[in-house]
């Protein structure tokens, strides 16, 4: 099998000791796979590995990859992502996704880190009351993306409202707010989590423009993309690398 010299050596550093049993039943498309994602996208920029696996870990929750994402966690232990650092990826991700697609994500998570010896519950990250989220929540989201944002939270129609009451005290005031992640990371991962699960190019692009606003600008997304495109595939990377275009204008 001709897998190259530097493909063989991130798989050692992602998996030390590992051999999958894909080299005995799929060589070919092993040697496609690996060489592709572990030697010409991990080479292809100078993102370092710790961002790589946040975002990958991101996006492998987007789209649904819980096989993968559970090979992965390991590696991204491997490479400097701590357990609280991944328990926040998947605790952000249910205000993106929803519960009931990440709930297995949990589990699994847990699974990993009690079978590295890891104790849970991990140390706590809330900054926040139930009396103070929906100011916190405003307080990032206008942060983040700008003064208009402030009274945001008591806008809109009366009957849908409490929507935009939830997405300020919820989504930002429960889950941006917490420590382990800053609003640089917690932006990048949303980014992760709309591009990996598709249909979502209206909010992409406004997350895309919020990454540029705090210092995630146009390249590093385009890095992001491309280290995420071997698990996500081309049309939603494409769909991504539009979002980022238009949100660069």
Known sequence: MAITDKAKEYHERMFPGYVSN????????????????????????DLDNKTRFIAILSTLIGCQGID???????AALEFGVTAVEIKEIVYQSVAYLGIGRVFPFLKVTNEILESRGIKLPLEGQCTTTRENRREAGTKAQVDIFGENMKDFWKSGPEESRHINYWLAANCFGDYYTRTGLDYKQREMITFCFLAAQGGCEPQLTSHAAAN??????????IKIISQCLPYIGYPRSLNALRCVNDAAK
Do not use: H, S
């Not at 092993?30 to 080479?43: L, Y």
């Not at 540029?212 to 997304?221: A, E, R």
């Open 68 to 74: 993968e994402y559970k090979a992965m966690v390991p």
């Open 22 to 45: 894909f080299l005995e039943t799929d060589p070919e498309f092993i040697e496609i796979f690996d060489n592709f994602a572990f030697d010409e996208v991990v080479n292809v920029d």
């Open 212 to 221: 540029i606003k705090l210092g995630n600008d146009k390249n590093f997304l």
